[in-house]
């Protein structure tokens, strides 16, 4: 099956920095990569995805990158406000199981 | 259109009784999806289900967990005996039957074994 390795498991930034949270995943049929977002206490809430037809998706301040090749895809986090500060969870699927397998979470502290 | 409605939102359980969790999917939506989160970790798979059917049960403990999606009615996930280490927060998703793969959680349910 499906293994997401997500890297740092933690990852605290000055406000107004970047951020970058990477994940590998092993399944070569994998297309389809989601990012959520989950505050403390909450659901995990979708942010932005990624199909495999393409290398990059940006959304405001928010951008993800997929390198199909080396099978790893990254969330980028530009101008980090204190209302980013959350885990963040990647994940991946394909077509034929449909269901997300997660990694494990960055705990993202932007200081004010 | 409301969101994944899940119910109850917290529930306490002595070791040994019954936990019944509830899920009612997104209008619209025939996919659910059931996922475990312990303290301070990740969210595991565990069971995805269409209405009437199991599709993929390979995350769910061999013993005392169950989950249905009757043809009305809501999705429910049983645990039975529960046990201290059950505790955690089961989050149920639920998606379109085409549109893509695309899934939205519900608020969760907070299992406190006591």
């Known amino acids: 099956g499906e293994n997401v390795e997500q890297h740092p498991s933690t990852l605290s930034v000055q406000e107004g920095d970047s951020a970058v949270i990477k994940c590998t995943y092993s399944d070569s049929a994998s297309n389809y990569f989601p990012w959520y977002k989950q505050e403390l206490g909450k659901r995990p809430q979708l942010i932005i995805d990624?199909?495999?037809?393409?290398g990059e998706k940006k959304d405001q301040r928010i951008a993800v990158t997929l390198n199909k090749t080396a099978k790893h895809f990254s969330l980028h986090i530009t101008e980090t406000q204190p209302e980013d500060s959350a885990v963040y969870f990647c994940a991946a699927s394909n077509n034929a199981g449909n269901m997300l397998t997660f990694g494990g979470g960055t705990r993202l502290m932007v200081k004010p | 259109n409301a969101g994944v409605m899940q119910n109850p939102r917290h529930l306490v359980r002595r070791r040994g009784q019954e936990a019944r969790l509830r899920c009612s999917p997104m209008?619209?939506?025939?996919?659910v999806y059931w996922y475990r989160q312990l303290p301070e970790e990740g969210l595991k798979f565990m069971v995805y289900l269409q209405k009437e059917n199991i599709i993929d049960e390979s995350g769910m403990p061999k013993e005392r967990f169950s989950a249905e999606f009757p043809k009305e009615g809501p999705s429910i996930l049983r645990i039975q005996q529960v046990v201290r280490g059950d505790s955690a927060a089961y989050f149920c998703?639920?998606?379109?039957?085409?549109?893509?793969?695309?899934?939205?959680f519900g608020e969760g349910s907070w299992l406190t074994v006591v």
């Open positions: 990624i199909r495999s037809n393409v």
């Open positions: 209008k619209g939506h025939s996919h």
């Open positions: 998703a639920s998606r379109p039957r085409t549109g893509g793969n695309t899934i939205y």
